[in-house]
C-alpha cells in the first residue's frame, strides 16, 4: 500500500493540476513498482510560503536573490 506525500507551496495550484499529480504519481508508482491503483494513497500538502524555506532563506527571499541573478547576466 503505497502512500506518497506531495508537498506545494500554496501558490494557487488548482484542483485539476493537483488532480494530474495524484494521476501522474500513481501511474508511476504502477509502472515502477508494479503496485496497485487500488491500494495507492497521494496526499497534497500546500504549504504557506512564509513556511518554506531553501538555502536557508524564506522561499520569497531566495527567488528574488534567484531573479537578481539571473538579470545580472
Known amino acids: 500500500m ?3 506525500n506531495i508537498r506545494i507551496t500554496r501558490e494557487g495550484a488548482t484542483p485539476a ?3 494530474d499529480l495524484i494521476r501522474g504519481t500513481t501511474e508511476l508508482l504502477v509502472r ?10 497521494v496526499v497534497i500538502d500546500e504549504v504557506a510560503l512564509e ?3 531553501v ?6 527571499e531566495f527567488r528574488a536573490l534567484a531573479r537578481q541573478k539571473d538579470e545580472a547576466r
Do not use: E
Open 51 to 53: 513556511d518554506w524555506g
Open 55 to 60: 538555502g536557508g532563506l524564506p522561499v520569497t
Open 2 to 4: 503505497p502512500y506518497v
Open 17 to 19: 493540476q493537483k488532480a
Open 32 to 41: 515502477v513498482l508494479g503496485r496497485s491503483p487500488a491500494t495507492t494513497h
